[in-house]
């Protein structure tokens, strides 16, 4: 089945400086790659997705890079704001027509940013 | 437009009790996923379901857990005897078709 590893578990960066986590997938028919924001206590937000069709994707401080030969797709946060930690999960899932469309979720990523 | 509501948000259980827990997707949504958060870890795929039919249950113990989704009401993640590993956050997702998945706020459950 599908697995996902997600690198680092947990970062520390200065406020203004960037972060960058990255994940591999195994399952070469996967073409959905969201990631996804957890507070303490909460549910997971989706952030920012991409799709197998395009390479990269960009929202305000927030991109996210797809190698699908390397099978791999990270995600960068530019600017670090302190209510940017938290815990992010990527994921991977085959989303299409007779297709579950299940997310496998990443183990997190621990995002620490000091003020 | 109410997102994914999950009740209870905590719930406590001696083992060998059991544990109901609901879900009621986004509005215009048929298609529920369950996930289980241990702590400290990642949400691991339980079941899919859409309505009166359960799609993919792969993720699921093979004993103990049930889940369904009938036609009217909530999706319910039934757990029976429960034990001490049990206890974790249980998370609810739903989406319209194969579009994006909305999680709820979780049930924390405890066993004792």
Known sequence: GENVEQHPSTLSVQEGDSAVIKCTYSDSASNYFPWYKQELGKGPQLIIDIRSNVGEKKDQRIAVTLNKTAKHFSLHITETQPEDSAVYFCAASNRGSGNTGKLIFGQGTTLQVKP | ?112
Not at chain 2, 25 to 38: E, F, N
Not at chain 2, 55 to 60: F, L, Q, R, T, Y
Not at chain 2, 66 to 83: C, H, N, T, W, Y
């Open chain 2, 1 to 112: 437009n109410a997102g994914v509501m999950q009740n209870p948000r905590h719930l406590v259980r001696r083992r060998g009790q059991e544990a109901r827990l609901r879900c009621s997707p986004m509005k215009g949504h048929s298609h529920v996923y369950w996930y289980r958060q241990l702590p400290e870890e990642g949400l691991k795929f339980m079941v899919y379901l859409q309505k009166e039919n359960i799609i993919d249950e792969s993720g699921m113990p093979k004993e103990r857990f049930s889940a369904e989704f009938p036609k009217e009401g909530p999706s319910i993640l039934r757990i029976q005897q429960v034990v001490r590993g049990d206890s974790a956050a249980y998370f609810c997702a739903s989406s319209m078709n194969t579009g994006e998945l909305f999680f709820g706020e979780g049930s924390r459950l405890t066993v004792l």
